[in-house]
Nanobody, 125 residues
Framework: VQLQASGGGLVQAGGSLRLSCAASGRTFSSSAMAWFRQAPGKEREFVVFISWGGGSTDYADSVKGRFTISRDNAKNTVSLQMNSLKPEDTAVYYC???????????????????WGQGTQVTVSS
């Protein structure tokens, strides 16, 4: 699976962005997907997960109620709608795919086998 993330940019606090992750490969529809982010000087952190069929999702507490993940297996895409953005959301956002459709360790970077190149999100105050 190859992943291509897009949609990042510069936005004012309170604004919105929509990230997309386009995947190639026949196994996408059976893969759990996630978004992680990494701010300068910090470790990569979990943002959100979605199971292979979209039936299970989970969000980091810091983004609950503001971010929404969705997937379209027919189009091999995963999207992340980010609303009410805050300066602390500033980071490089990475989409990731697992060989498994679901795992209890979905919040761990070690659960994911494929990574996109990242897209920068900058939120100004």
């Amino acid at each position: 699976v190859q992943l291509q993330a897009s949609g990042g940019g510069l936005v004012q606090a309170g604004g919105s962005l929509r990230l997309s992750c386009a995947a190639s490969g026949r196994t996408f529809s059976s893969s759990a997907m996630a978004w992680f982010r990494q701010a300068p000087g910090k470790e990569r952190e979990f943002v959100v997960f979605i199971s292979w069929g979209g039936g299970s999702t989970d969000y980091a507490d810091s983004v609950k109620g503001r971010f929404t993940i969705s997937r379209d297996n027919a189009k091999n895409t995963v999207s992340l709608q980010m609303n009410s953005l805050k300066p602390e959301d500033t980071a490089v956002y990475y989409c990731a795919a697992s060989r498994r459709g679901y795992s209890r360790n979905y919040f761990s970077i070690h659960e994911y086998d494929y990574w996109g190149q990242g897209t920068q999100v900058t939120v100004s105050s």
